[in-house]
């Protein structure tokens, strides 16, 4: 069974930082491309960041670019989001998930999905 999970999520101050694991089962991270994505109460999906397994390319939204890092540890078969400098806006439930390995991580069809952990960045 093909299987995300995500942890590393928290409570942190605005200029703290947090690292999110994303942990596969079932299948092998390095034949995959692998995104972050966030859902905030009333605002829209947004893919925060990617990475290909093809060759190794990323991608940062604009609102992260800078302040976030995205990589792979193929022997542990887990992806991390190194988030620094967070913000209040960055508060959102952040999910992982996993498509074809393929050269362009921003179009992928991502159909496996982790449950998602909890970031909040408040005072």
Same mark, same amino acid.
């Given at each position: 069974? /093909?299987?995300?999970? =995500?942890? *590393? &999520?928290?409570?942190?101050?605005? *200029? ?9 089962? *079932? ?16 605002? =829209?999906? =947004?893919?925060? $960041?990617?990475?290909?397994?093809? +060759? &190794?390319?990323?991608?940062?939204? +604009?609102?992260? %670019?800078?302040?976030?890092?995205? $990589? $792979? !540890?193929?022997? %542990? ?7 620094? $400098? /967070?913000?209040? =806006? !960055? ?15 921003? *179009? ?7 449950? &998602? ?7």
């Amino acid at each position: 069974q /093909l299987q995300l999970v =995500e942890s *590393g &999520g928290g409570h942190v101050q605005p *200029g703290g930082s947090l690292r999110l694991s994303c942990a596969a089962s *079932g299948f092998t991270l390095a034949y995959a491309n692998i995104g972050w994505f966030r859902q905030a109460p009333g605002k =829209e999906h =947004e893919g925060v $960041s990617c990475i290909s397994s093809s +060759d &190794g390319s990323t991608y940062y939204a +604009d609102s992260v %670019k800078g302040r976030f890092t995205i $990589s $792979s !540890d193929n022997a %542990k078969n887990t992806v991390y989001l190194q988030m620094n $400098s /967070l913000k209040p =806006e !960055d508060t959102a439930v952040y999910s992982c998930a996993a498509a074809r390995s393929g050269s362009n991580c921003r *179009g992928s069809p991502y159909a496996t999905w982790g449950q &998602g952990t909890q970031v909040t960045v408040a005072s």
